[in-house]
């Protein structure tokens, strides 16, 4: 074996010679920005992430319908902030996993694929720099993306469709001032979280050495996460789950936000980003790069090894899905039914007529499943389901009205979707005292319980 194919096989750096210096992180990270900044697919992908939300906020202002089912996509015609965060949902959950497999899933395994390591790692620089230096490539080129798609969404939201109030998720209403800060704070959680799949993106191209499962692998797991986080109710696997950082801004939209969601956001997302990344690590400092570690029949090995590995923690995250604790009950529902609806009522008086609502009326909301278990009482009623009725009344003794029943559509991420009968509070446009049409806020919104 010759001295340079010693070097890089081995599992510890071999010390510089007297009189040479190794090229330093700074070096190494330069040398990557300027192979990915020649690359045509970052410039397109670069351009995509600032076309794509303008387009969006365009279509937003002129379209007559809206994406309802989206978290504030309802509200995405009437102010530039719900524009942006409707942009926001599809980017946590697809954009930042797309981007994290376009620019750091080939950033190892392009190596193996141009046989380019004994060069790299006998004459230009050590693997800890080096590792440093792809890891922090591919690290800013997702973040100027997922950013780049922030800003646009917000501008073009704020141009396109405006700077009106926003309707935050406990109906209340959120002046644009504050409104500005709080979506800028949402897309840093969620720029903080695709941190994670960045790591996960650099695990994969040094586990695979293939940049195409490297590349797609991200996008996958967000896809697995999403469908789990579609069923986990249970506490102790949301707790774990990588996509409930991208849910955590959620809660700063409600009356009352609670920090420890934000504090267990960050912590997570830290958390798969040490895990992810020191892992990446591990792996290439332990590889062999010129003995039977580097046969093309390893590599296939590892790659399903890694595949079987998913699959089966991805059924034992099923499993666990309803275990432990669980936020989503009647009572709690009732309780920020009750509230949404209010602040709803006082925001639709206020835009209907011009003056200050009255705040002093007293809600109640109880809430049932039509699914409920024998044995099981409607105030004990648990879990996420579209089959959720809640009745809420105006409990003021001069109050001639009646009882109020809306269909509710709880999600296991605590946000949810109320439907009200059009007899009871009108059509989806109702018209001010002055003719004008607006979008009724009571025919159908959105609310969330303030939990990850």
Known sequence: MSTAAQTVAGTQEAPAPIGERDPGVVVALRVELAKLSSQVSLRIVLALCAIVPAVFAIVMRVASSRPADTLFGRWAGTSGFATSLTVLNWAAAYGAPL???LFAGDMFASEDRHDTWKTILSRSTSRSRLFVGKALAAALTVWVGFGLIAVVSIVAGMAAVGSAPLVGLSGQLIPAGHALGLVVASWALSLLASTAFVALGLLLSIATRSGSIAMLGPLVVAIVLQLLEAIAAGRIVRSVLLSTPFDAWH?????????????????????????????AWYLLRRRDFAGVDAVPARRRRATMRIGVALAALSAVLVGLSGVGPTALTANRLGDSLATTFGNLAEVRYQWQTGAKADTNIPWHATCTRGGTAA???????TGAGDDWACTIVDTRASDGAGPTVLDVTLKANGCYQVQSPPGAVG?????????????????????????P
């Open 99 to 101: 981007l994290a497999g």
């Open 375 to 381: 044995g099981v009482t409607p105030s004990t009623a």
């Open 427 to 451: 059509t989806l446009y109702v018209n001010d005292d002055k003719g004008r049409p607006f979008l009724n806020p009571l025919f159908a919104f959105d609310g969330c319980l303030g939990t």
């Open 251 to 279: 809660v700063l939209f409600t009356d009352s936000a609670a920090t420890s969601v934000i504090v267990q956001s960050i912590a997570t997302s830290l958390g798969y980003t040490a895990l992810f990344g020191g892992a």
